[in-house]
């Protein structure tokens, strides 16, 4: 089985300062972790990908996450936040085993105000 | 570019019809996927396909039916609507070797009265 918890369901930021958007995940084989976001009336886009490579994942945008397997966290970053970044933002597990399906959290909405 | 269409943006439908919700992808892409999104609940999978005529439930497959007989397209079928099916409905695909890299839809808002 595997679970993703996001720990927040909003986030508000101000333009300029960093993002912080958390996510736990439970699994019981080695997981594959995702961020994918959506902007307001689009489809959901990958932000970035974590397969068991190298734990610090470079996204588009200027995102990263950490995988961190001590914590089972997945967290999302941004040094800097543009308002461009307001959007819902999904945390997403998958079994590296068997033909596994995306399970996916219940989203963090960030708010970037000027 | 990649590319998923829906066929509809935005459906209106009473209850008891029979819905049909389209998807096409032109990227030759062997999975295809029907999730829905509610707000709060983020996107639960209703179901998928890894090949013409085939189908597999997901999480939440009551109530709907799917039916892909060409690669490309992959179709959701409510076959007798609900109010409480009334949702964003989301389509996606990937390809075989790399099923969780999924491309998206821009999604079809239906609303059952």
């Known amino acids: 089985a595997q679970s993703v918890t996001q720990l927040d369901s909003h986030v508000s930021v101000s333009e300029g300062t960093p993002v912080l958007l958390r996510c736990n995940y439970s699994s019981s084989y080695s997981p594959s972790l995702f961020w994918y976001v959506q902007h307001p009336n689009k489809g959901l886009q990958l932000l970035l990908k974590?397969?068991?490579?190298?734990?610090l994942v470079k996204g588009i945008n200027g995102f990263e996450a950490e995988f961190k397997k001590s914590e089972t966290s997945f967290h999302l970053t941004k040094p800097s936040a543009h308002m461009s970044d307001a959007a819902e933002y999904f945390c997403v597990v998958a079994m590296n085993s068997g033909y596994s399906t995306l399970t996916f959290g219940k989203g963090t909405m960030l708010l970037v105000s000027p | 570019d990649v590319k998923v269409t829906q066929s509809s943006r935005y459906l209106v439908k009473r209850t008891g019809e029979k819905v049909f919700l389209e998807c096409v992808q032109d990227?030759?892409?062997?999975?295809m996927f029907w999730y829905r999104q509610d707000p709060g609940l983020g996107l639960r999978l209703i179901y998928f396909?890894?090949?013409?005529?085939?189908?597999e439930k997901g999480d939440i497959p009551e109530g709907y039916s799917v039916s892909r007989e060409k690669k490309e397209r992959f179709s959701l079928i409510l076959e007798s609507a609900s109010t409480n099916q009334t949702s964003m409905y989301l389509c996606?695909?990937?390809?075989?070797?790399?099923?969780?890299?999924?491309?998206f839809g821009p999604g079809t808002r239906l609303l059952v009265l």
């Open positions: 996606a695909s990937s390809w075989l070797g790399a099923r969780e890299t999924q491309y």
């Open positions: 990227m030759d892409h062997e999975n």
């Open positions: 974590y397969t068991s490579a190298a734990t």
């Open positions: 396909s890894y090949d013409v005529k085939m189908k």
